[in-house]
């Protein structure tokens, strides 16, 4: 069974840093471009940030120079570092290869307030 259980979120202040963590049982990582994607309240969810294998990324232009996404083949994990948070990152964070019809996980979610 596929499995996608991401963690690592919570309240953050304006201008913090979170580390979000993806772990993947069910499937291996290495055929798959992995995104983070996010969903505010009220909004559709959009992509973050994605990395393929071979650990080329792309980046949304709303988090380019905050967000670093990497990978873990190995341990199956794929990682979300988010620096500089800004209240409208608030949302909950989800991971899931960008292609395919997988189930999503129960995301996790991050608070940026003051």
């Known amino acids: 069974q596929v499995q996608f259980v991401e963690s690592g979120g919570g309240l953050v202040q304006p201008g913090g840093s979170l580390r979000l963590s993806c772990a993947v049982s069910?499937?291996?990582?290495?055929?798959?471009?992995m995104g983070w994607y996010r969903q505010a309240p009220g909004k559709q969810r959009e992509l973050v940030a994605s990395?393929?294998?071979?650990?080329?990324?792309y980046y949304g232009d709303f988090v380019k120079g905050r967000f670093t996404i990497s990978r873990d083949n190995t341990l199956t994990t794929v990682f979300l570092q988010m620096n500089s948070l800004k209240p409208e990152d608030t949302a909950v964070y989800y991971c899931?290869?960008?292609?395919?019809?997988?189930?999503w996980g129960q995301g996790t979610q991050v608070n940026v307030s003051s």
């Open positions: 990395i393929t294998g071979g650990r080329d990324t």
């Open positions: 069910g499937i291996s990582l290495n055929p798959w471009i």
């Open positions: 899931n290869p960008i292609t395919g019809n997988w189930p």
